[in-house]
């Protein structure tokens, strides 16, 4: 029996019985590879597995030349060490819950009996959920969802990577794509770091990058320029969407007043502001720009200095907190060498668990745990071209 049928054959046992499946190694590592069958960005980046919940990866430092001038049978005091750095992991529990309807079992395009349609979509609810917080997560105490559980990609070159803002009127003259602005990122990248670097990018970025030449009329320079971008290679990532914060040029600029009662309080749709000059319904804002306490509101209303929102804030906001106004259209581009990126997923018993439980007339909801964490080997390798705007 292969390693995929003893795990379809797992999760067969337990929705029909409703028990706990607890993956050993060999199950853990092939629903792993299912899980990256279904994602864009952790099918392309380095996996380690580990039986560890800490641990450390080695890095490779060579700075310098390796090898040096010699003269026989004479001692070089001045040797040059070849050595390894290591980076350290801590893998983090991730839970969470969700339905798998009836109906998508029925309809499922794998119609191969109710073990493996069941795999296959639980494999592409994990693999949603994971590139999601690749992308998207920034650490912070007490997080309230994925997004708050690891320092991730995007916020990871925010911190110690490159960034380039399509934003910035001084290097760019407007926020479209276009392949200077990607050359540019290309350039500006120490070039022993180029050549397996490639880009991530959303489905709509990659949509505009292909419209520079479609009137291009020979179709195999069409083809090999709409391939690749700036002759690097590209993968299109659907859940690296195009709706990060883009500040706006002498927009609102305020913080945080302090308040009693529950405005300013998590799960609340108010918040006090020192001051409200401009802000009006439907203003976009950003409590915390740019940092890992950043959240997103909408405005609905406005009373004096207290702003009712369109939904609640997650978090509680603090006094002093900042308040700037932003749009919503800034699409972010990531450029490295997908192995600089690590996803490590700890395997053995424990580590990976679900249960599944029968609701009657409506599906199967399945509990899941695991342990993961993220780390990127080298920061000075991985660059971000935020806030391109799509036409």
Known sequence: MSKKHQLAKAFDDASMSGKLVDLN????????SLVEDESAFLKKIRKHTTQNPRGTIGKITADGNFLRPWVHNQKNSKDYEFGAEPVEYVTKLFRGSFI??????RNNIEKEGLESTQLWI?????ANDYEETAFYSRKRDNPVNIRGMLDWVLRKAEQNGVVMDA??????????IDIAKFRKVQKTLNPKYRKDAEWFISPDVMMDYEDLYTTVADFRVRDELQSRIAKKAKTECNLLLD????LVDSGIDTTIASWSGSVNQAWQNQIEVASATWI????????????????KVTVASISTTTVTLTEDIEYEASVWDTIKEVTRDGANCIFTDPLNVVWVQ???RGSMT???????SVGWRWHYVGNTDLIVIHDEKLWLLKNLQIK
């Open 25 to 32: 190694e060999e199950q853990a590592t092939e629903f792993l």
């Open 280 to 295: 009006v319904a439907w203003k976009e804002l950003d409590l915390n720009y740019w940092t890992n306490l950043i959240q």
């Open 122 to 126: 639980i494999a592409k609810k994990v």
């Open 354 to 360: 679900f249960e599944a439980e029968r609701i009657a």
């Open 100 to 105: 798998i309807y009836d109906s998508e079992i």
């Open 243 to 246: 709706d990060s914060s883009v």
């Open 167 to 176: 934003n910035d009127s001084t290097v760019f003259t407007d926020r479209f």
């Open 346 to 348: 700890q395997v053995g």
